[in-house]
C-alpha cells in the first residue's frame, strides 16, 4: 500500500504507463521567497514530482550551474530551516510529491531525529543525501524510516552488483539512477551507460527507477522516458533560473519536456 | 593501551568512514583492496623502501637543537629534519607509495589538489618519475601566495588547474579534484596529500608517513637512551602529525601536541583551529571535527599558512582528541613568524611556514620544561614560503638591513 506521496505518483503511473517527470530545484535559488512560484510553474508545465535542493558550502557532486545556484541561494540566505517554511508553503496550494535533496552536513548538523519530524511536518516525503554511502546510512535514516519517510539512494554505472543490492535495500519510494560518472550538468548526449544500469538495478528491485544526471534536451528526456521509471531534469532548469526566467518560460521549459516524454510513451505503447 | 586502527568499515571511533556519492564508492573499495595487496606485497615493499632511501632521501636526520636549546633554557629539543627530502617536505612518502600503488592498479592518469603546493609538487615529482599524466587543482589565492610551487609544478610537467571557486584555497582544490575523479574515474587515480578524506585514504596516507615516527623513535632512543617527553606536528589535514604520532600512540607517556592554525583570531572564518571552534561534521568524504556555521555550512578559514588553511581535520585526529590521547593547540600567525625568524636565526634552518607553528609551540613549552625531552617534526623547508617572509619582514628588504640582528630573536 501507498504509504506516502511519492509512492501514490509511482503508483498512478503504472498504467498506462508514464515515466515521472522530476524536477531538481535549488531552493532559495534566487531567493527563498521565488521558490514557491517556481515549483508551482513547473507543477503546471506537468512536472509530477519535485526534489527540493537544500544548498550547501561544498557541493563535491555537482557541476558548475547548480553549484552556481548553491552560492545564490546561500547568498539569498538560505539555510535548511528556511527549506521546510518553503516546503510548508508549497504545501499550502500543492500535494505534488517533494524530495529533499541535500549533502549529509547540512542534515548532520540539524539532527536526524529533528529532521525526520520536521520535514514531515512541513510536507516533505522523502530525502537523498548525495554523500552518504548505503555502508554508513543505517543510523541516519533510521528516524526518517520510522516517520514513514522515503529514504531515496543513488545507483551509478560504477556500482558493482553487491553495491546495487544494497542501494536497492536501502531505498524506498525509488532508487535514482546515476546516468553517467561525472558531476551534475547538461550534455549534448546521453551517455550509453544508463541502459544497462537500468537492467542491472531492476535485477535487485521492483522499486521505480527515475535516472538523472546530464537530461536536459525534450530529446534525452523522451529516450530516458522509454527506458526508466522517471526522468530527472536540474541542470537545465536552474540555468534557466539563473537566466532570471518568468514563471510562463519555466513552465513552458517544462511542458515541451513534459510532451516530449509522453509522446515517447505513446509511441512506444502503440508499438508493443 | 590506545589502539589507533580503523575498524574494517574505516571507522577510528565514531569518525572516519566513507561519505561520497556512490559513483566513487566501487572505485575506493577497489583502491582499498589494491592497497592491501599492495601492503602485503614484499615487492611492492621492497621498492618503496628503495625509492625513500635512494631517491627522497630517507631516513632523514634527528638533529639536535642546540642552540635553541640553550637559548630557550629547559628542554632538550631534537628536531626531525623531513624539511631535508626531495622537494622539500615530508609530502614525498606518500606520493611515492601511492604513485607505485597507481602504476600497479594500471591507472595512467593522476590528479591531486594542494594547498602551499608541496603536496603539487610531491606529486608532479612523482609522476615525473613514473612517466605518469598528472592534473593537480590548486586554489586560485593559494596559486598566488605559493607561485614558486605553481611553477615548479609546471617545470616537472604538471598541469596546474586553477580553482576559482568558494575561498579559492585548499578546500575547493579538494571539491574540485573529487569532481574530476567522479567524471574520470575508470582512466584516473586520486593522489589525495593528506591524512584525510574516505577511507582508507586517512590509514593509507597515515602508513606511508609512519616511517617518521618510526625513525624519530628508534633513533632518541639510540641517542638519549629514553622516549621523548612531548612530540610536536602541525595539523592541516595532519599527515605529518599522524605519521610522526603513530609510533608512539601506545607509548603512553609520551605527549603528543598537534598544532593547528590560529591564524589571525578565534573568530569563525579567521583560523583553521577545528578543535578550538570546530564539531563534528561531514566534509570530503570523511567524519571528522569540522568548522562550520549554524547552519551545516562550511566556515571559511584563514592561516598565513596555506597548508594548514582548511575547514576539516584527518578523522584519526578526531578519535586522539577525543580520547584524550593527543592534544591540540593553536598557534597564530604571528606566533609562526616569530618561530620561524627564531630558528632561521638560532640554528640556520628556515621552517615552511606550516611546521613554523610547531616551533612555536615549542617556544612556549621548552622554557618551563626543564630535563625534558622534545621532538618536533619541521615536515617542510621554507623556501616556497619566502614571498610571504619578505611581506611580513619589509625591513630585511631595505638596502640597508641590518646583516647580523637587528630583529630580536
Not at chain 2, 229 to 254: K, P, R, W, Y
Request: aromatic share 6%; charged share 20%.
Amino acid at each position: 500500500m501507498p504509504t506516502n506521496r511519492i509512492q501514490s505518483l509511482f503508483e498512478s503511473l503504472r498504467s498506462p504507463r508514464r515515466a515521472a517527470f522530476i524536477a531538481y530545484v535549488t531552493a532559495g535559488d534566487p531567493s527563498p521567497e521565488r521558490t514557491p512560484a517556481i515549483v508551482a510553474a513547473l507543477e503546471r508545465g506537468g512536472v509530477d514530482l519535485i526534489e527540493l535542493g537544500v544548498p550547501f558550502s561544498d557541493p563535491v557532486a555537482d557541476g558548475p550551474v547548480i553549484q552556481a545556484g548553491s552560492d545564490r541561494a546561500l547568498k539569498a540566505g538560505t539555510t535548511l530551516v528556511k527549506v521546510l517554511d518553503i516546503a510548508r508553503k508549497i504545501r499550502e496550494t500543492s500535494q505534488i510529491p517533494l524530495l529533499l535533496f541535500t549533502y549529509m552536513n547540512p542534515a548532520l548538523h540539524y539532527g536526524f531525529e529533528k529532521l525526520a519530524s520536521d520535514m514531515k511536518s512541513a510536507g516533505i516525503d522523502g530525502v537523498l543525501l548525495t554523500d552518504l554511502s548505503v555502508e554508513e546510512a543505517a543510523p541516519y535514516m533510521k528516524p526518517i524510516r520510522e516517520a514513514g519517510l522515503d529514504t531515496v539512494f543513488l545507483a551509478a554505472p560504477t556500482s558493482t552488483p553487491r553495491r546495487l543490492k544494497l542501494v536497492a535495500q536501502y531505498s524506498s519510494g525509488f532508487v535514482y539512477l546515476v546516468s553517467r560518472t561525472g558531476v551534475t550538468g547538461e550534455r549534448a548526449a546521453l551517455a550509453d551507460t544508463l541502459a544497462p544500469l537500468v537492467e542491472s538495478t531492476r535485477k535487485f528491485t521492483n522499486l521505480p527507477l527515475a535516472a538523472g544526471f546530464g537530461i536536459s534536451t525534450p530529446e534525452q528526456a523522451a529516450t530516458v522516458a522509454m527506458m526508466a521509471d522517471g526522468v530527472v531534469v536540474g541542470s537545465a532548469i536552474v540555468r534557466l533560473i539563473s537566466e532570471n526566467a518568468d514563471d510562463s518560460r519555466i513552465e513552458a521549459f517544462a511542458r515541451e519536456l513534459r510532451q516530449a516524454m509522453d509522446g515517447a510513451a505513446a509511441a512506444r505503447s502503440a508499438s508493443l | 593501551m590506545i589502539i589507533s586502527q580503523p575498524d574494517s568499515t574505516g571507522h577510528f571511533g565514531p569518525y572516519g568512514g566513507r561519505f561520497v556519492p556512490e559513483a566513487l564508492m566501487a572505485p575506493l573499495e577497489e583502491l582499498e583492496h589494491a592497497y592491501r595487496q599492495a601492503s602485503a606485497d614484499p615487492e611492492f615493499q621492497a621498492e618503496l623502501a628503495d625509492l625513500l632511501a635512494n631517491y627522497a632521501g630517507r631516513p632523514t636526520p634527528l638533529y639536535f637543537a642546540k642552540r635553541l636549546s640553550e637559548a630557550l633554557g629547559g628542554a632538550r629539543i631534537y628536531l626531525k629534519r623531513e624539511d631535508l627530502l626531495h622537494t622539500g617536505a615530508h609530502k614525498i612518502n606518500n606520493c611515492l607509495g601511492q604513485a607505485l600503488l597507481a602504476r600497479r592498479m594500471g591507472k595512467k592518469r593522476i590528479i591531486a589538489e594542494t594547498g602551499a603546493g608541496q603536496h603539487g609538487v610531491a606529486t608532479a615529482t612523482v609522476c615525473a618519475l613514473f612517466g605518469l599524466e598528472c592534473i593537480v587543482y590548486m586554489g586560485e589565492e593559494d596559486m598566488r601566495r605559493q607561485r614558486l610551487n605553481v611553477f615548479r609544478m609546471r617545470l616537472l610537467g604538471t598541469k596546474v588547474v586553477g580553482v576559482a571557486t568558494g575561498s579559492r584555497t585548499l578546500k575547493d582544490a579538494i571539491s574540485e579534484a573529487m569532481r574530476d575523479w567522479v567524471t574520470n574515474v575508470h582512466s584516473t587515480y586520486y593522489l589525495l596529500g593528506s591524512a584525510l578524506g574516505a577511507h582508507p585514504y586517512p590509514t593509507m596516507v597515515r602508513d606511508f608517513h609512519r616511517c617518521i615516527g618510526v625513525e624519530a623513535r628508534a633513533e632518541i632512543l639510540k641517542r638519549e637512551g629514553r622516549l621523548p617527553d612531548q612530540l610536536f606536528a602541525c595539523v592541516g589535514g595532519g599527515s605529518n602529525a599522524i605519521g610522526m604520532f603513530h609510533a608512539f600512540i601506545g607509548d603512553e607517556h609520551v605527549k603528543l601536541i598537534g598544532v593547528e592554525a590560529g591564524g589571525r583570531s578565534g573568530a569563525l572564518g579567521e583560523h583553521a583551529a577545528r578543535f578550538a571552534g570546530g564539531s563534528p561534521g561531514v566534509l570530503h568524504g570523511t567524519h571528522s571535527y569540522l568548522l562550520q556555521d549554524d547552519d551545516g555550512q562550511v566556515a571559511a578559514t584563514h592561516s598565513v599558512s596555506a597548508g594548514l588553511d582548511y575547514p576539516s581535520v584527518g578523522p584519526e585526529h578526531s578519535w586522539l582528541h577525543d580520547r584524550n590521547r593527543a592534544e591540540y593547540t593553536k598557534a597564530s600567525d604571528p606566533e609562526a613568524l616569530t618561530a620561524a625568524l627564531r630558528l632561521a636565526r638560532t640554528e640556520g634552518i628556515i621552517p615552511a611556514l606550516e611546521s613554523a607553528h610547531a616551533v612555536a609551540e615549542v617556544l612556549k613549552r621548552a622554557p618551563s620544561a626543564k630535563g625534558q625531552l622534545f621532538i618536533v617534526n619541521i615536515s617542510g623547508r621554507g623556501d616556497k614560503d619566502t614571498d610571504i617572509y619578505r611581506e611580513h619582514l619589509p625591513e630585511l628588504d631595505q638596502p640597508d638591513a641590518n646583516q647580523s640582528n637587528s630583529i630580536p630573536v
